[in-house]
């Protein structure tokens, strides 16, 4: 730079920098507070501290060794692979036909989805599907419902488009059929879409609560963890909860601890994906 | 002719044949489009049937919406889905694209990194993890909030359960998740903007000021428009957010449509009534998006969908 800032533009600057260290305390600050609070054996007395006055592991000791807690979690966990894994399969098949420029009926396929994007039937019509295929209070409707998201699907397609036709000449003269194809060429080049898609569906079903208190209404074994934080921390009463004298700050910091754990593990590993993945389905969709 | 006719036939047989893998592979799509999109579809024949618990009834015409339109509540529900989307969608398209443009003004790559890392979290966590979150923090009782304020000598408040506060404290919780998340978008389109353009502002003399007002504004207007459609695709969308941040005490500023579809028609098995009104929302959101779409289309001369 040959130039030298102006007074006002270095100003502007470091007004700047303020407001974002700014914002990122306004974000971190309820999350810090939960987490530190969750290690915390004094937690009902709050006032902000960065450190646990008496560390203490007490509250997840409770949560894996009550089934009450444990089992929702369970739940959350094997939904979420189950979910993803099957939503993942069907939006992938479908954008990869999609992306076969010449496939007879496109147009058709590719609008009949685009179509749900804009109009649905909504709520009570489709409770009310569920429960003439007989899927009410089945843990099933939690992953056959939202099987797969139109947006997804059109990003994904746009990512198995970029892929150079040269590739599938190539694949098809060695006599791979369109599955083999799929699984040997479009799927390991597609990895960041794939990643990103994939980030978006578990992060989806892992937070799942309203189709669980909707679907299944006479079998709360069958609920899963956000439910069983939704009762802990946010409705009033108490009911179901007896086996503890428990319910503290803590025990319910650490329900949340838990419950954000997953996105926090995963989030940085696929972050750099879900932004190229977003940005590349954007430009040109 | 005829000949010419016969030969396409062939030709889309044999096409339709050397597809017919891609066709398999796209028929759990293809199923569940059908059964859990569409045949609800049919379902909306429910909202002109009087449909209960006991099956489906008479066909009663408009009666529901009838009974819709001279609810009180219904009213309530429809007037706060339309305050609260508006107020939503003009808060945050302006905190996002002015966050965006001071983002971009971060020469630190690292720090840079850093903001977004951060903001982008909350959009990823569920709304039963935030309303915990603000529960706890606002909570009368030792919550964080309170505490501060009644340190600095202010008195305790219940944010979340009442009436003056609600919509306030909802639509500050609405934008913690969002407005991060928001700005992928924005800063994609700024760094797709050509350096040229700023290089020669600066040869004719434009200040910083003007070339954000001349360049970098003017070049996220498609954007804008784009994430704005996108939103009021969304518009009445609120059902999650509001249904673990209200309770009974604050219905009067925070029932929505969706959730008052809920209570009548899943709690209250009113399934005639209750898809009427969710046939009301979803009428409304998509006639905004394609008014808005046609719109776009006469200013610009290309349309968004």
């Known amino acids: 730079m040959l130039h030298r800032d102006s007074a006002s533009y270095t100003t502007f600057k470091v007004l700047n920098t303020l407001f974002m260290c700014l914002i990122?305390?306004?974000?971190?600050?309820?999350?810090?507070?939960?987490?530190?609070?969750?290690?915390?054996?004094?937690?009902?007395?709050?006032?902000?501290?960065?450190?646990p006055e008496?560390?203490?592991?007490?509250?997840?000791?409770?949560?894996?060794?009550?089934?009450?807690?444990?089992?929702?979690?369970?739940?959350s966990v094997v939904v979420t692979i189950i979910g993803s894994a099957v939503a993942m399969t069907i939006t992938s098949l479908y954008a990869y036909g999609l992306s076969k420029k010449d496939l007879p009926g496109r147009k058709f396929f590719m609008g009949i989805a685009l179509v749900t994007m804009v109009f649905r039937a909504g709520m009570i019509p489709l409770f009310l599907v569920v429960n003439q295929l007989g899927l009410l209070n089945t843990i099933f409707p939690i992953f056959l419902v939202h099987a797969m998201d139109a947006y997804y699907l059109i990003l994904l397609k746009n990512f198995f488009e970029g892929i150079p036709s040269s590739?599938?000449?190539?694949?098809e003269i060695d006599g791979c059929t369109p599955f083999q194809t799929f699984v040997r060429v479009v799927l390991p080049l597609s990895k960041p879409g794939l990643a990103a898609i994939g980030l978006f569906y578990i992060v989806f079903f892992w937070n799942q609560f309203f189709d669980y208190i909707l679907y299944i209404q006479t079998k709360p074994h069958l609920h899963n963890f956000q439910v069983f934080l939704r009762s802990l921390v946010i409705e009033t009463d108490t009911q179901g909860f007896e086996g503890f004298s428990f319910a503290t700050q803590s025990l319910k910091n650490a329900a949340i601890t838990v419950s954000i754990i997953p996105v926090l593990i995963l989030y940085p590993f696929v972050q750099k994906h879900f932004v190229k993945g977003i940005n590349l389905g954007g430009v040109k969709g | 002719m005829g000949q010419s006719l016969a030969n396409n036939k062939g030709n889309l047989l044999s096409k339709l044949n050397r597809f017919k893998m891609f066709y398999l592979l796209m028929l759990p799509g293809f199923l569940f489009l059908i059964v859990f999109r569409y045949v609800p579809m049919l379902g909306l024949r429910y909202a002109f049937y009087d449909f209960?618990?006991?099956?489906?009834?008479?066909?009663?015409?408009f009666s529901h919406f009838r009974d819709a339109f001279t609810s009180d509540n219904f009213i309530r529900a429809f007037k706060n889905t339309l305050i609260l989307s508006s107020l939503n969608i003009v808060i945050q398209m302006t905190l996002i694209v002015s966050i965006s443009l001071l983002l971009n003004e971060i020469k630190?790559?690292?720090?840079?990194?850093?903001?977004?890392?951060?903001?982008?979290?909350?959009?990823?966590?569920?709304?039963?993890?935030?309303?915990?979150?603000?529960?706890?923090?606002?909570?009368?009782?030792?919550?964080?909030?309170?505490?501060?304020?009644?340190?600095?000598?202010?008195?305790?408040?219940?944010?979340?359960?009442?009436?003056?506060?609600?919509?306030?404290?909802?639509?500050?919780?609405?934008?913690?998740?969002?407005?991060?998340w928001g700005t992928v978008i924005f800063l994609a389109a700024l760094s797709g903007i050509d350096p040229q353009l700023y290089e020669a502002a600066k040869m004719d003399g434009a200040n910083r000021w003007k070339q954000m007002v001349?360049?970098?504004?003017?070049?996220?207007?498609?954007?804008?428009?784009?994430?704005l459609i996108m939103n009021l695709a969304k518009i009445f969308?609120?059902?999650?957010?509001?249904?673990?941040?209200?309770?009974?005490?604050?219905?009067?500023?925070?029932?929505?449509?969706?959730?008052?579809?809920?209570?009548t028609g899943v709690t209250e098995f009113r399934f005639g009534y209750g898809t009427a009104v969710g046939l009301t929302r979803s009428v409304i959101a998509f006639v905004l998006v394609m008014g808005t779409n046609q719109i776009v289309k006469r200013l610009r001369g290309e349309s968004v969908l």
Do not use: C
């Open chain 2, 237 to 263: 969308n609120l059902f999650e957010s509001v249904f673990v941040l209200y309770n009974p005490l604050v219905y009067k500023v925070s029932d929505v449509i969706q959730t008052y579809t809920y209570r």
């Open chain 1, 54 to 75: 008496s560390f203490t592991l007490d509250a997840y000791k409770v949560i894996i060794s009550r089934p009450v807690i444990f089992r929702p979690l369970i739940i």
């Open chain 1, 167 to 171: 590739i599938f000449d190539a694949a």
């Open chain 2, 108 to 180: 630190n790559q690292f720090f840079k990194k850093v903001v977004q890392t951060v903001i982008y979290l909350p959009h990823f966590l569920s709304w039963v993890v935030v309303g915990a979150v603000f529960n706890l923090l606002l909570s009368r009782q030792g919550g964080l909030v309170n505490e501060v304020v009644t340190t600095f000598g202010g008195e305790a408040k219940h944010f979340l359960g009442d009436q003056s506060l609600w919509r306030q404290t909802f639509l500050f919780i609405l934008s913690w998740r969002e407005i991060g």
């Open chain 2, 52 to 61: 209960d618990l006991r099956g489906l009834g008479d066909f009663i015409g």
């Open chain 1, 24 to 51: 990122i305390v306004t974000v971190m600050i309820p999350l810090l507070k939960i987490i530190i609070d969750s290690f915390d054996g004094k937690a009902s007395e709050t006032v902000f501290r960065f450190f």
């Open chain 2, 214 to 227: 001349h360049i970098t504004f003017p070049h996220l207007i498609p954007t804008i428009i784009i994430v």
